[in-house]
């Protein structure tokens, strides 16, 4: 399934640097809000050719800008510098997936060849995305839906108080035929669940993302479970694939947390042989970043791309994204 690096790169420059870009409008979930994304651009380059990557550190999981770009930096002079090396000289996480999608962008800019050839990945020209809509009062919620009517798919934003029925009752009036999917992001108590789950069915909801918190989702196992359970932050490499079995249905698999493609193709094969469906997720970021999560939504049941939408403004190149269908990366982008 997954090409070798060709050759150890000896002397490669690596390059880093924090890019801030603003949001088309506020951004909420249950942790908090923002009006802009901070994300690391790396650059590796072998003097000929220059392969680009990028990451979004994330607080949930301890990382600033600055602890990635340290990262980084400690690993400006390792010899012998390949994918399969970097796997273990930096943990899964946002340094890591810059330098490994520009380490896959730099080797297929080196053979001539597209990042889905070098990996033999299946694509497809087209696949439909979700559109987030922020956490925020019914109304709101429900008038952001009616903006974005013409997706196909939406995730809304929940929060684990009184609200999230009305929430979610408020926009499935609004948008009758879309498909749901909701996201609490780790803010729900098993009563809660308990509560809301019947009445979410009812609304038509399909997936219910990470209820619980991480270190708190064993309840799961002992839950009915009326629609399906994604995990995402209980759910970053392989080797969390075994504690989930019982507990949840799908995983939401986004390079941020897998540490870079390279990861992210053993999850995405590991998560199927164990039985869980997938969904290919993102952080708000910019093309460059959904770029090689896309080649993974081929054999997706959910995709989640919309990181780049919900900016001011995206990269040159950016990927195409027309009425929720998302193209494939132009080489200028990326791979």
Same mark, same amino acid.
């Given at each position: 399934?997954?090409?070798?690096?060709?050759?150890?790169?000896?002397?490669?420059?690596?390059?880093?640097?924090?890019?801030?870009?603003?949001?088309?409008?506020?951004?909420?979930?249950?942790?908090?809000?923002?009006?802009?994304?901070?994300?690391?651009?790396?650059?590796?380059?072998?003097?000929?050719?220059?392969?680009?990557?990028?990451?979004?550190?994330?607080?949930?999981? #301890?990382?600033?800008?600055?602890?990635?770009?340290?990262?980084?930096?400690?690993?400006?002079?390792?010899?012998?510098?390949?994918?399969?090396?970097?796997?273990?000289?930096?943990?899964?996480?946002?340094?890591?997936?810059?330098?490994?999608?520009?380490?896959?962008?730099?080797?297929?800019?080196?053979?001539?060849?597209?990042?889905?050839?070098?990996?033999?990945?299946?694509?497809?020209?087209?696949?439909?995305?979700?559109?987030?809509?922020?956490?925020?009062?019914?109304?709101?919620?429900?008038?952001?839906?009616?903006?974005?009517?013409?997706?196909?798919?939406?995730?809304?934003?929940?929060?684990?108080?009184?609200?999230?029925?009305?929430?979610?009752?408020?926009?499935?009036?609004?948008? @009758?035929?879309?498909?749901?999917?909701?996201?609490?992001?780790?803010?729900?108590?098993?009563?809660?669940?308990?509560?809301?789950?019947?009445?979410?069915?009812?609304?038509?909801?399909?997936?219910?993302?990470?209820?619980?918190?991480?270190?708190?989702?064993?309840?799961?196992?002992?839950?009915?479970?009326?629609? @399906?359970?994604?995990?995402?932050?209980?759910?970053?490499?392989?080797?969390?694939?075994?504690?989930?079995?019982?507990?949840?249905?799908?995983?939401?698999?986004?390079?941020?947390?897998?540490?870079?493609?390279?990861?992210?193709?053993?999850?995405?094969?590991?998560?199927?042989?164990? #039985?869980?469906?997938?969904?290919?997720?993102?952080?708000?970021?910019?093309?460059?970043?959904?770029?090689?999560?896309?080649?993974?939504?081929?054999?997706?049941?959910?995709?989640?791309?919309?990181?780049?939408?919900?900016?001011?403004?995206?990269?040159?190149? #950016?990927?195409?994204?027309?009425?929720?269908?998302?193209?494939?990366?132009?080489?200028?982008?990326?791979?």
């Amino acid at each position: 399934m997954h090409s070798c690096f060709p050759a150890f790169l000896r002397g490669v420059e690596i390059e880093a640097h924090e890019e801030t870009w603003p949001l088309r409008e506020i951004f909420r979930i249950s942790r908090g809000s923002r009006t802009e994304t901070r994300v690391i651009l790396a650059t590796v380059s072998d003097g000929q050719h220059t392969g680009r990557g990028e990451g979004v550190p994330l607080r949930r999981y #301890g990382q600033t800008s600055d602890s990635v770009l340290a990262q980084i930096e400690s690993i400006k002079h390792a010899h012998n510098l390949n994918r399969q090396t970097l796997q273990d000289l930096l943990p899964p996480g946002a340094a890591r997936n810059a330098l490994d999608c520009a380490l896959w962008d730099l080797e297929a800019k080196c053979s001539g060849k597209r990042v889905w050839e070098l990996a033999n990945l299946s694509t497809i020209p087209e696949v439909e995305t979700s559109f987030t809509i922020s956490l925020d009062t019914p109304e709101k919620m429900s008038r952001a839906a009616s903006t974005h009517s013409s997706a196909p798919i939406l995730k809304l934003k929940l929060g684990g108080d009184d609200n999230d029925l009305a929430r979610v009752g408020a926009v499935r009036k609004t948008v @009758p035929n879309t498909r749901l999917l909701i996201d609490a992001n780790e803010s729900w108590s098993p009563e809660h669940f308990r509560n809301v789950a019947p009445e979410l069915k009812r609304l038509g909801v399909e997936l219910i993302e990470q209820p619980f918190p991480a270190n708190a989702d064993e309840v799961l196992g002992k839950l009915d479970r009326p629609i @399906p359970v994604c995990a995402d932050e209980s759910c970053h490499t392989t080797a969390d694939l075994p504690r989930l079995k019982n507990r949840y249905d799908v995983i939401n698999v986004k390079l941020d947390k897998t540490g870079g493609l390279t990861e992210a193709l053993l999850l995405c094969e590991s998560a199927h042989e164990n #039985g869980f469906k997938l969904l290919i997720g993102c952080m708000v970021c910019t093309s460059l970043a959904i770029a090689p999560a896309r080649l993974l939504a081929n054999n997706a049941h959910y995709v989640d791309l919309d990181g780049a939408l919900l900016l001011a403004r995206d990269r040159d190149h #950016g990927l195409q994204c027309n009425n929720g269908t998302i193209g494939l990366p132009s080489a200028e982008l990326w791979g």
